[in-house]
């Protein structure tokens, strides 16, 4: 990892150089604001684009050395165009973005789409390096990653897992962050906070995360990690269809050997019943005091979403400071970029615009 990087993690800031940007213009009341999975989307992605990108797939994979992993990615893209960084979440891998992508590719950006630690292909260098899933370390892999490659700064989006890294990287290292497309809310987590209980319509949704605690949930994932995967992605997002050779080629991921022990120590972390890693301690300490992002962001939900917070963007809009629009995806569920890819293009594309001015 770069000196800037771990400058950073200790508090000391540094100022990234601007990428290149595309043309466009991207109103702020596009048809595609509510529309959910193949409704007209407006703007520079239309409809047919997403026809035709839904039956494209990932080229050979790329690995690269980036701080305590070597990373599994997909790039897609000009070598020399405007980085678009894309971040997945649980239980769900690189593939979540695969419809998007050419729609991003063909406005010109260069489009890098990561594993996270414990998935697919990216694996630990070191057998000694701790399997720790907090906040924290994801972030700082992400980092890791933009210094290997030479990115100094990217439109960050991300959902689940990958929206709060997204958010992570948008609050605590902005220069690296051109813009932001953040997926169910504001995500940074608090310790302090996730101690006081949730109505329990709300606690529901997150059963896996209390199983999880437990020696047999860990148990229950190691050995039926694909069934879980299944049922929460039924779950999360009810009305997407989505076909059983969808689902087995994302799950190949989650047969990475480091998959149990990273997703344990995540949900374990949030709730205090794994430690904090000393090397990550000082920013966690800033990521508790849920620090404001200003860069220009796009939020997005899905409407049938059972994550994100109710009443949309009301309970966090005052954490985003900077150029912001919220959107809200009808018929749409948890994981947006893979239902409704064209609206998750149209949103990283508006994003780019409003950094821009």
């Known amino acids: 990892m770069e000196r800037r990087s771990f400058g950073k993690l200790f508090g000391v800031g540094v100022t990234g150089a601007a990428a290149p940007s595309i043309a466009g213009a991207h109103s702020a009341s596009a048809p595609w604001a509510t529309a959910g999975r193949g409704a007209p989307t407006g703007g520079d992605v239309s409809a047919e684009e997403t026809e035709a990108g839904a ?26 165009g405007p980085v678009v960084l894309l971040l997945h979440g649980w239980p769900y891998d690189i593939h979540s973005f695969e419809a998007a992508t050419p729609l991003l590719t063909a406005h010109g950006y260069r489009v890098i789409v990561p594993y996270l630690r414990g998935y697919g292909t990216t694996t630990f260098l070191s057998p000694k390096t701790p399997r720790n899933g907090e906040q924290a370390a994801v972030a700082m892999d992400i980092i890791a990653l933009m210094d290997a490659l030479r990115i100094d700064r990217a439109v960050v989006g ?5 929206g709060r890294t997204a958010d992570i990287i948008a609050a605590q290292w902005p220069e690296r962050c051109k813009a932001l497309v953040s997926m169910g809310g504001y995500l940074i987590l608090s310790q302090k906070a996730l101690r006081q209980p949730a109505p329990p319509a709300k606690e529901y949704p997150f059963w896996y995360a209390y199983y999880f605690c437990t020696d047999r ?6 050995e039926y990690r694909h069934d879980l995967a299944k049922l929460v992605w039924h779950t999360a997002s009810p009305t997407w269809h989505f076909s059983d050779a969808t689902f087995d080629r994302t799950a190949k991921a989650f047969d990475n050997p480091d998959y149990v022990p990273v997703v344990i120590s995540n949900y374990r972390w949030r709730l205090e019943l794994a430690p904090t890693d000393p090397r990550y301690a000082d920013l966690e300490a800033r990521l508790a005091e849920g620090p404001a992002i200003g860069v220009p962001t796009v939020g997005l939900d899905g409407e049938l979403d059972p994550f994100a917070p109710s009443g949309g963007d009301s309970s966090y809009r005052d954490k985003y400071t900077g150029p912001y629009v919220h959107r809200t995806l009808k018929g749409i569920g948890h994981n947006v970029p893979q239902e409704a890819p064209a609206a998750f293009a149209q949103a990283v594309l508006e994003a780019d615009r409003m950094s821009r001015g």
């Open 217 to 222: 949930g860990e148990l229950g994932l190691k």
């Open 158 to 162: 991300g959902f689940d897992w990958g």
């Open 55 to 80: 039956g494209s797939s990932f080229g050979p994979l790329k690995q690269i050395r980036a701080g305590e992993l070597n990373v599994g990615y997909a790039e897609a893209g000009p070598a020399h």
